[in-house]
């Protein structure tokens, strides 16, 4: 921004006075949170208050993120309802498990950090790629359809993947995944956060951004505009495909076992919840979204197992419920479409 | 020739909604399409931006034959068209609705965007500097933040003309643009579309059912009903001719 001295008639008044908080200093201030807090518990350091349970938290907090950050690119900005995006996220898993055990096992011969960086490179890499790959397909096939077509099309997708994977008995069929090794940890996945949320900013406040909204806001017109919209909606299909593949193939080496029905419509559905709950088109409510949802979740579980273990399985309705609530009185979510001033572009548009 | 249309004629079942209709529209010219509702004149714009497949006949952009283009091809080769009922993105900034009929002129790919390459802030920053000064022209630079849908109506009618305007088209097709307009905005429209033919080097088609926005502006008039064209020439002398008066004068003693 410009000096306060100078008022651009062009600037939203309200912008233009405290100094803004930009996309950098979030970066920096996250790493610098997250590189002493994961060398600590690493360390097994003041373990009775930097207990690892918490960092775990954070990594699926991390990991849901991309997951909503990149659904919300699909449902939010383009406007479509996808229904299949834990379906991205399997091929993401897979195609990321598959490389680090079957496809470069001799890379952990190298020195420890080199070896594991380069696994995670070569295995994330690879999982967007292939995930990308099935996005872009589903784009093709669907690029005339809108509406609950789209999104019986995808849940539909996602249920073919699911059911494909408990077939393939090199992968484990339906007893899953195992020995993954475990090549992620915090700080990797706050790194991918960030690449995820600058990376989706970016591209929203683009001219692809702006067609991809325009589609939303009234395709007829965005088409007689000269958009192609086949074209701008396998971007967002292609793009989004590949960072559930990203969240996904963190999820594999953060777990190390992995089981097709991890990835079944439910984890579908927890997405959405979490979409809806921070609010469509807001980069901020997907953000937002996540970490309400997982703090919920978790201090529900830890009430229900302290005080009423008998209704711990009751935990599963409350997720449902939350969407229900979200719909009936806050159709919005909890940043409706705003931004935080990070996330928002420079000039003030 | 800025278009030229020949024999272009659609049926919807039964129906012949448009049945061989003509049209030269030479550079810089404005001519005008009235009749009766139902009379097949939206149809025709339809056919035009590929909205609708002719069953038969021809258009020709200039050289450029876009007969059985898709919509988003027709728009780029250079046919842009404003809406009867107003299509802006009512959610995108007023800013953002013009910036994005520059899509085509962004100057920058998707590295370029993902990475903000100095492409990208330097094409960017030209793109936000075109869309000011393209709503400076239009008097709608102060309401630049605003969202579009939230502007008054004869606003949002000048936003949809400017963002069509914006893509830089060759011909211009503006659907009834004085719908539902009171006498005073009426007034101020035909000033803006003079403008606009002026300033512009393009050609207008209209489609009116306002007779004084038709009799100010258009040099040549074609009267449809019943998708038949029933009379065409210089607006005075259409207005004059019986088979006008009977098909759509006379129907509608005051038009709306």
Redesign the interface.
């Given at each position: 921004m410009s000096s306060p001295s100078q008022p651009l008639p062009?600037a939203?008044p309200a912008d233009s006075k405290p100094p803004r908080v930009r996309f950098w200093m979030v970066c920096v201030a996250v790493l610098v949170l997250a590189i002493p807090l994961q060398l600590l518990v690493d360390a097994g350091l003041y373990s009775d208050v930097l207990n690892p349970y918490y960092l775990h938290l954070l990594t699926v907090i991390g990991m849901n993120i991309i997951l909503v950050a990149s659904l919300n690119l699909l449902n939010g900005y383009l406007g479509e309802f996808a229904l299949g995006h834990a379906g991205f996220m399997a091929v993401g898993a897979y195609t990321a498990a598959l490389l680090a055990t079957k496809v470069l096992p001799g890379a952990a011969a190298m020195p420890p950090v080199i070896g594991t960086v380069l696994i995670l490179l070569v295995s994330l890499g690879g999982a967007m790629i292939a995930s990308a790959g099935v996005g872009y397909l589903i784009g093709l096939v669907t690029f005339k359809t809108v509406g609950d077509y789209l999104a019986i099309i995808t849940l539909g997708f996602n249920m073919i993947i699911v059911n494909a994977i408990q077939n393939i008995e090199f992968v484990g069929g339906p007893r899953g995944f195992t020995g993954i090794p475990k090549n992620t940890n915090f700080v990797a996945v706050a790194l991918c956060v960030l690449l995820t949320i600058g990376?989706l900013r970016?591209?929203i406040q683009?001219?692809?951004g702006?067609?991809w909204?325009?589609i939303r806001?009234?395709a007829?017109?965005?088409?007689?505009?000269?958009?192609?919209?086949p074209k701008a909606k396998n971007?967002a299909f292609t793009i989004a495909a590949a960072f559930a593949g990203l969240a996904g193939g963190l999820w594999a080496q953060n777990q190390q076992f992995i089981t097709p029905r991890s990835f079944d419509y439910s984890k579908t559905t927890e997405i959405l919840v979490m979409l809806y709950l921070g609010g469509m088109a807001s980069l901020s409510g997907s953000i937002l979204g996540v970490v309400a949802y997982t703090v919920l979740m978790e201090l529900l579980r830890n009430l229900l197992s302290t005080f009423a273990p008998q209704l711990a399985e009751w935990r599963m309705l409350i997720s449902p419920l939350i969407l229900i609530i979200i719909m009936l009185t806050r159709q919005t979510g909890l940043l409706g479409?705003r931004e935080w001033s990070w996330l928002r572009p420079k000039?003030?548009? | 020739m800025a278009l030229r249309i020949t024999e272009l004629t659609k049926s919807f079942g039964g129906l012949t909604a448009v049945a061989k209709f003509n049209l030269a529209l030479g550079e810089r010219d404005l001519q005008g399409i009235i009749g009766p509702n139902g009379a097949g004149k939206t149809t025709v714009f339809n056919l035009i931006t590929g909205v609708y497949t002719p069953d038969s006949g021809q258009v020709l952009l200039g050289e450029q034959d876009t007969t059985r283009l898709p919509s988003d091809a027709i728009a780029r080769a250079g046919i842009a068209r404003t809406f009867q009922n107003i299509r802006l993105f009512a959610q995108m900034s007023v800013l953002d609705n013009i910036t994005m009929a520059l899509h085509a002129h962004a100057g920058y790919g998707l590295l370029d965007a993902t990475f903000r390459t100095a492409t990208f802030r330097r094409e960017e920053a030209r793109l936000l500097t075109e869309s000011r000064d393209h709503l400076a022209r239009f008097g709608l630079l102060d309401r630049q933040h605003e969202q579009a849908g939230s502007l008054p109506y004869g606003e949002q009618r000048r936003l949809e003309i400017a963002r069509a305007l914006a893509t830089g088209p060759k011909v211009l097709l503006l659907d009834e643009p004085a719908a539902g307009m009171n006498p005073r905005e009426v007034e101020e429209l035909i000033q803006l579309i003079r403008q606009v033919h002026q300033d512009f080097p393009l050609a207008i088609l209209l489609i009116e059912h306002q007779l004084p926005v038709v009799m100010e502006l258009c040099r040549e008039v074609q009267v449809l009903d019943f998708g038949q064209t029933i009379a065409s020439g210089g607006p005075r002398d259409v207005v004059r001719n019986p088979l006008v008066i009977e098909a759509y004068l006379g129907e509608e003693e005051a038009p709306a």
């Open positions: 062009t939203p990376v970016n591209l683009s001219t692809f702006r067609v909204l325009s806001e009234n007829i017109a965005a088409e007689l505009m000269g958009v192609s919209i971007w479409n000039q003030g548009a | -």
